[in-house]
Nanobody
Framework: QVRLVESGGGLVQTGGSLRLSCAASGRSFTSYAMGWFRQAPGKEREFLASINWRSSRLYYADSVKDRFTISRANARNTVYLQMNSLKPEDTAVYYC????????????????????WGQGTQVTVPP
């Protein structure tokens, strides 16, 4: 079992930056791919970024590519999402997720490929 806790959300002005953290506890975190997703009010949850267990494969959604950066620190059991040039349309609840299959080498982009989810952290960028 893996428990994920996101932090770092908040209120930020347009053009500002935030760094989200996702702290993992439990077994085998370092062997799992990790992903970040978000869900805005009235919309479906959408993929943002993913990273495989050894940080050799990364994927980004087109909507955040060149603005967001995913990284992980396995020694700290933590994955990060650095968000720059934030826009009002980035307002959402942000979730991290862990793929429960160890050492696959892949970095999934589909929600249904993730087995563990955090509770989410709110990011608000006022118009």
């Amino acid at each position: 079992q893996v428990r994920l806790v996101e932090s770092g959300g908040g209120l930020v002005q347009t053009g500002g930056s935030l760094r989200l953290s996702c702290a993992a506890s439990g077994r085998s975190f370092t062997s799992y791919a990790m992903g970040w997703f978000r869900q805005a009010p009235g919309k479906e949850r959408e993929f943002l970024a993913s990273i495989n267990w050894r940080s050799s494969r990364l994927y980004y959604a087109d909507s955040v590519k060149d603005r967001f950066t995913i990284s992980r620190a396995n020694a700290r059991n933590t994955v990060y999402l650095q968000m720059n040039s934030l826009k009002p349309e980035d307002t959402a609840v942000y979730y991290c997720a862990a793929d429960g299959v160890p050492y696959t080498g892949d970095a999934p982009r589909e929600e249904n490929e993730y087995d563990y989810w955090g509770q989410g952290t709110q990011v608000t960028v006022p118009p």
